[in-house]
């Protein structure tokens, strides 16, 4: 049993065909492409359709990994879905993608760590199959944000899209893929209040009252937000670079959260060693899809570049809890 070691042996992503751009954002709050540019880097984000959900986008990037891992969805013995925006309060959203897939023999639950959840879901898949807990587990991060999005707030609009992936980890040993190298994850509650959905749970059952105050929308303190964002990847990524026994100079790629330019910006004067386009960034294109992000962000670098065996990336992520993480991917030949 300890020597089984996850891989992550598949990649997918989804996202929708709406793209809403900083001159369409113009039209509807009182903002400019050039505040939105400078500020945070984005130019589009992608919106879902109204008929189209979480589970629709997590199930469609579902099949695209396990089509990537030459995989039948009844190969799957676990589903993990990171998601802040759950097609229902119950059941969980990875019920309704298992039912979509037909991953019939597949147990499920839902993990929520807001936009780090990718790494939360990662991490447990990896606990569940080097314990011999599961085979073959289908991770997948997925969020319409668009539906908790208040589009009369300026200053939390112009940052969210939407949008899922996923990937498959097994630990089946003729499989070639990214070797989990070490994972770490972390949370203070202590500022929990900073990012925030206030109405919807039993705290605040939705109620006329809730929905006229608009506190079915999330709630952010930019600024408090942005303060902690690069600590606590910088020290995520120190953490889980020790753990793998690794120096920053091993690492090949890092991808960061794509919630700000900036905040990617100052993330990369840490990795000095790495050039620029060794940054991988779609928070231009897509804006900030929290929990999916670092994960289509992952499964585009994978299908641009063809990794060599030995290459690393290093994953890291920050968001409402507050919450963070870092993951290293080791390429063991042919991703
Ligand atoms: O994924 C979860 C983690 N989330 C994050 O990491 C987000 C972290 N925070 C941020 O990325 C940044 O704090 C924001 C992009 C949200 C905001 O940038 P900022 O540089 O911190 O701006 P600010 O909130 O301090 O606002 C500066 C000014 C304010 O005006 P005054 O008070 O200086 O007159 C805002 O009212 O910009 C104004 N403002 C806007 N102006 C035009 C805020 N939003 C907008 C807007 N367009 N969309």
Redesign the pocket.
Known sequence: MGTLKAKIIGTGSYLPKRVLSNQD?EKI????DD??VT??GMKERRIAREDEFTSDMGADAARAALDDAGMSAEEIDFILVATMTPDYMCPSTSCLIQKAIGATKAASMDVGA??TGFLYVLATAKAFVETGLAKNVLVIASEKLSSITDYQD??????FGDGASACIVSAAKERKGLELSGITLGCDGGQADI?VIPAGGCRQPASNETVENRQHYVK?E??E??KH?VRRMESACKECLELAELQEQDISWLIP?Q??I??IDAMAKRFKHLPPDRIFKTVHKYG?T?AS?VGIALDELLKQESLQKGERILLTA???GLTWGAAVLTSTGDV
């Open positions: 954002l709050v009182e903002t400019t505040w939105i500020r945070t807001a936009c300026r200053a939390t609009c112009v940052l990012l952010m930019g600024k937000v942005f964002a959260h919630a700000n900036r905040i900030n929290s992000s920050f968001g409402g």
